[in-house]
């Protein structure tokens, strides 16, 4: 297998990975065993993408986000020509992911809560859904740049990364769902076919990645002190 096939197959692989424990874990909380909120959504989502950043980081890079590989790509971390098939593969992880909570949870369930899609609350505009999703994965990113990509960084692997999707559902969970990652939006909407506000999902973290990226590489310096 190519290298390039090894790290597409370990970007789709963790994608997998989180966008099923992100989405199952919504599900499951509306059975009576399984009511552990947000936070236990929270803790779910952030332990999953903790896991499988680590577990790919040596691959691919553990992007596993669109957004995580734009902004990169904004710091000329990563090349177009590598970026846009990085992109297909984190797509495609994520239909996956949701086709199998699709098949693994009773379908009642599943089937009322978008097999686990983002969901923005009433009270939330358009754009403050946006806003909110750039400032999150803004911080998502910025924890790549930081620990993942700077050389002279702490060798926590992908745990500090997993962190910020932690307090980044505790915040975003009931406002906008807290995705921070276009894929985990566009894996249960396409299984569901609900797209409502689809483009905050995907508007909000692109532009928090490429804040990021600017951000870390021409104003903290490339990589986060190199």
């Not at 065993?33 to 040596?58: D, H």
């Not at 750039?134 to 993942?148: D, E, H, M, P, R």
């Not at 995907?202 to 002190?225: D, H, K, N």
Request: with cysteine; charged share 5%.
């Amino acid at each position: 297998m190519s290298s390039m096939s090894r790290r597409l197959v370990a970007e789709a692989f963790g994608t997998f990975g989180l966008v099923f424990t992100g989405c199952a874990a919504v599900v499951v909380t509306r059975f009576p065993n399984g009511a552990y909120g947000t936070l236990g959504i929270a803790l779910a989502s952030g332990t999953a993408f903790a896991v499988m950043v680590t577990a790919t980081m040596n691959i691919s890079g553990g992007h596993l986000n669109p957004a995580v590989t734009v902004g990169l790509l904004v710091g000329r971390r990563v090349s177009v020509r590598d970026a846009l098939p990085y992109i297909a593969a984190q797509l495609v992880g994520a239909v996956l992911a949701a086709l199998a909570v699709k098949y693994a949870v009773p379908s009642s369930v599943g089937r009322i809560l978008n097999y686990g899609a983002p969901a923005i609350a009433t009270a939330v505009t358009l754009p403050q859904a946006i806003l909110l999703e750039a400032i999150l994965t803004f911080f998502l990113v910025s924890a790549v740049y930081g620990t993942a990509v700077a050389q002279a960084s702490p060798a926590v692997g992908g745990f500090a990364i997993g962190l910020v999707v932690v307090f980044g559902v505790l915040i975003g969970g009931p406002l906008t769902g807290g995705a921070l990652n276009p894929a985990r939006a566009f894996g249960p909407a396409l299984i569901s076919g609900s797209w409502v506000s689809q483009g905050v999902y995907w508007l909000g973290p692109l532009l928090g990645g490429v804040a990021a990226g600017v951000l870390w590489s021409f104003l903290i310096g490339r990589g986060g002190g190199e």
